[in-house]
């Protein structure tokens, strides 16, 4: 194994100084546990630097690997030297990055000459948080903006409250952004925000009748810091950050994984103490103010009864668990309830998503809020993973944001029905 790796260092520096194509986005299929092995050994090859956008070797399924131009035919020879299978994915990430900036400065103009709000664009936090000022003055009667803390950098953490009164009354959870390269989960939530005000006005069902029985909570960004460190520059390694900002006890790699720092079977398999590693959990459960202005709220709150959470990208619709495969003791309820909620998304745009638990559809994971949130009381938790399969992965072109979000919305409006309709 050591000499794989060191023919992998060698390829590097032969490499690097002749060629660049380009970063791109490789599919890579292990074929057999040997293939596992070997990959987990490149894996730990930090020269590379691998950015590693699906997690979990396994031969049921590949994992997609960022990889920059200077690593990328050193691997891509790595990779043929043992025989491991790979597609590319993305030819050309920065053609993808550029693309992608030139629409949200156009857009930009165009809404400051038109004064309005293009919700097929992303948009940047300061743009996001204006949005919801604006919603919350044209629907005073129904939303109020909650502060329920402020984050490593000292950034205001906001959370839409959608209610038409009572005191305490029975509640519903959305949090989008918790990973902040995740763009269309943050679009995505700023669009369902919007529809669901509107539904409201309309008196189109059947939000009323859901809100009339329940609050919804809805955090546009659970990630603030890490969301405007994404903007920064079209530089990959800022666009394509996932972590929160907090210093840790490596000064070159800053930020925690927020969704594997919840007390959750904290530190056991499918997170990692390294932290310079994409899913590094943190030192402790809890340890993120982030994650804990999160837990605080809920748990002071006391009345949740579903937790949803949007991520990208994979096209997934899971529940408990993460860190075991064990069935949930909800399992089959669970399961039940997200193959409809899965018909409702496909009723739109004929979308296909895969549905299961989080470990056994996606990957092994510990410290996650879904389950977390479980193994509080809520017994309603998801996770969605919205578009696409991989095609532009994190990337995806601004122009599919609504169709996600109506799909997505389909799947959440049909579980926050059944919520409403089955209280516990």
């Known amino acids: 194994m050591r000499l794989f790796i060191a023919f992998l260092s060698l390829l590097v520096v032969v490499h690097c100084e002749k060629v660049f194509n380009g970063d791109q986005v490789l599919r890579i299929h292990a074929e057999s546990e040997d293939h596992i092995q070997v990959l987990k050994e490149l894996e730990k090859n930090v020269d590379s630097e691998l950015d590693y956008w699906t997690h979990g070797f396994s031969t049921e399924r590949p994992v997609d690997v960022h990889v920059p131009h200077a690593s990328l035919y050193a691997v891509k020879d790595f990779l043929l030297e043992n025989s491991i299978p790979f597609t590319v994915m993305i030819n050309n990430v920065q053609e993808l990055l550029d693309r992608e900036r030139a629409e949200m400065v156009s857009n930009a103009e165009m809404e400051r000459n038109t004064k309005s709000f293009n919700f097929a664009a992303y948009h940047d936090l300061d743009t996001i948080y204006s949005f919801m000022d604006t919603l919350v003055a044209s629907h005073s009667n129904l939303i109020s903006k909650v502060k329920i803390g402020s984050t490593y950098e000292n950034r ?19 949090d989008a952004g918790i990973h902040a390269r995740e763009w269309v989960s943050h679009a995505s939530a700023v669009w369902i925000a919007d529809r669901i005000a ?6 189109r069902a059947p939000v ?3 809100l009339s029985k329940m609050d919804i909570y809805l955090m546009i960004v659970a990630n603030p810091d890490g969301y405007v460190f994404s903007h920064l520059t079209v530089r990959p390694f800022h666009r394509l950050w996932r972590k929160s900002r ?3 006890s490596n000064p070159n790699c800053p930020g925690v994984d927020l969704n594997r720092n919840f007390d959750a079977e904290f530190s056991g398999p499918g ?3 390294d932290p310079c590693d994409e899913d590094y959990r943190g030192p402790s459960a809890h340890s993120e103010i982030e994650v804990t202005n999160i837990a605080d709220f809920i748990l002071s709150h006391g009345n949740f009864k579903s937790f949803m959470t949007l991520h990208a990208y994979s096209q997934l619709l899971m529940y408990p668990y993460g860190y075991t495969g064990s069935n949930a003791p909800d399992q089959p309820e669970l399961h039940d309830v997200a193959t409809q909620a899965n018909k409702a998304l496909n009723s739109w745009h004929g979308t296909i998503y895969k549905v299961g638990s989080i470990f056994h559809t996606i990957e092994q994971a510990s410290g996650a809020s879904v389950d977390w949130a479980y193994q509080h009381g809520i017994k309603y938790c998801f996770a969605f993973e919205l578009r696409d399969t991989g095609e532009y992965g994190f990337l995806l072109p601004a122009d599919q944001i609504v169709s996600t979000a109506r799909e997505t919305w389909f799947a959440l409006r049909y579980i926050m029905q059944y919520v409403s309709d089955h209280p516990y």
């Open 246 to 248: 907090s210093v840790t």
């Open 198 to 203: 509107t539904d409201f006005k309309e008196n």
């Open 271 to 273: 997170a990692s103490d």
């Open 156 to 174: 205001p953490m906001y959370v839409l409250k959608f209610s038409t009164g009572g005191e305490n009354k029975p509640a519903i959870w959305i």
């Open 208 to 210: 009323p009748d859901i």
